[in-house]
């Protein structure tokens, strides 16, 4: 078979070959060191009907085996999918709380009382001397946060074939790509705050005008279309950070092929990622609930914030994993329905017995 003409920009990994994006494409190489697999041609060996190596069965997955296999993904790797996760969720938060730390004591040194002057100049001290540290964690906890999400997604794609690699095995697979993820991360961030900004233009244009009544009216159309906008954009890049990094794409090429694995599904994804969002948002609940009841019993607003903090640790811990493995799975489950991946990872499997 002859190796079709790379897109321009690409530089997908597809078994060490640049490819283009036909009704056909190669499959990218998947698991090795090197590469996203280097396993072979399909059809090679018999395999049963319905091949189950790892985590899923080799076949289109339903919404609950996606889910369940999110589940046995972090069961399979669990120092890796709920280990680092927790430490490196743990480190952000410390981080973060630990220069928010005197803002936050102001402000709740003023709850309920009238601040005097003297008190807004010691507010505004305590802010401009929290910017810069404020900013400098939210950009180490940013870059700390995408790694994590490149790692625990190719440790679920390694479940899926029945593999466990150590984090230095995954570590060498995602740095390559890392600053390609910072800034795949970046550009939807910011796609995301454009159409959002766009979706209220009118409403702000209106209320240099004075006019209250036509303002909120503008306002109220611009949430809704906001909210379908911000849909729109997480659905159809949902698929881009897999694609970077067991693809090894570039940047505009990861959110191009997102968008074509995304768009004849486009319902059906958008309907997985809203449910998933909510269950993690209740679990999310669930768990730090008691932690903030514990800090409210301790007493006090030290307390109550390290109650806080150790909340978000715990929930995010739990929940950050979880989300990397439906994506990573649903990544894995549109490519075996439009492009055959299941027998290509039968093969990866059976090549690694």
């Known amino acids: 078979m002859s190796t079709p003409t790379p897109p321009p920009g690409g530089g997908d990994q597809y078994h060490g070959q640049g490819t283009g994006w036909g009704d056909a494409p190669q499959v990218p190489s998947y698991g090795s060191p090197q590469a996203y697999g280097q396993f072979g041609a399909p059809g090679q060996g018999p395999f049963p009907p319905v091949a189950q190596p790892g985590i899923i069965p080799l076949r289109p997955l339903t919404m609950g085996e996606i889910y369940d296999g999110a589940f046995k993904a972090i069961r399979a790797n669990p120092l890796v999918m709920f280990g680092l996760a927790a430490v490196v969720v743990a480190v952000v938060t410390i981080i973060q709380g630990a220069f928010t730390w005197g803002l936050s004591e102001e402000l709740n040194r003023w709850a309920g009382q009238t601040p005097t002057e003297a008190d807004l100049d010691e507010l505004y001290g305590t802010l401009s001397a929290s910017l810069l540290p404020s900013l400098l964690s939210g950009v180490v906890s940013f870059v700390v946060t995408t790694a994590l999400n490149g790692v625990l997604i190719h440790s679920v794609s390694q479940s899926v074939i029945g593999r466990t690699l150590p984090l230095g095995e995954l570590w060498k697979l995602v740095r390559p790509q890392l600053w390609k993820l910072i800034a795949l991360t970046l550009l939807i961030s910011i796609a995301a ?24 009216g503008l306002a109220l159309l611009g949430l809704v279309l906001a909210i379908a906008a911000l849909l729109f954009v997480v659905v159809a890049t949902v698929l881009a950070t897999p694609v970077l990094v067991l693809e090894r794409s570039g ?13 004849t599904s486009f319902w059906r994804i958008a309907g997985i990622y809203l449910l ?22 301790i007493g006090g607003v030290t307390g109550m914030t390290i109650a806080q903090l150790v909340g978000t640790v715990v929930a995010a811990a739990i929940t950050t994993p979880f989300v990397a493995g439906v994506i990573a799975l649903l990544y894995i489950d549109i490519r075996i329905r439009r492009e055959g991946l299941d ?11």
């Open 343 to 353: 027998v290509e990872l039968a093969a990866a499997a059976a090549e690694g017995v």
């Open 251 to 263: 940047v505009v090429a990861a959110v191009r092929r997102s968008w074509q694995l995304t768009r």
């Open 276 to 297: 998933t969002s909510i269950l993690v948002a209740i679990v999310a609940g669930i768990v730090s609930a008691p932690i903030g009841m514990l800090g409210q019993v």
């Open 193 to 216: 705050a454009l159409v959002m900004i766009v979706c209220f233009v009118p409403a702000f244009v209106a209320g240099a005008s004075g006019d209250l009544g036509l303002t909120l």
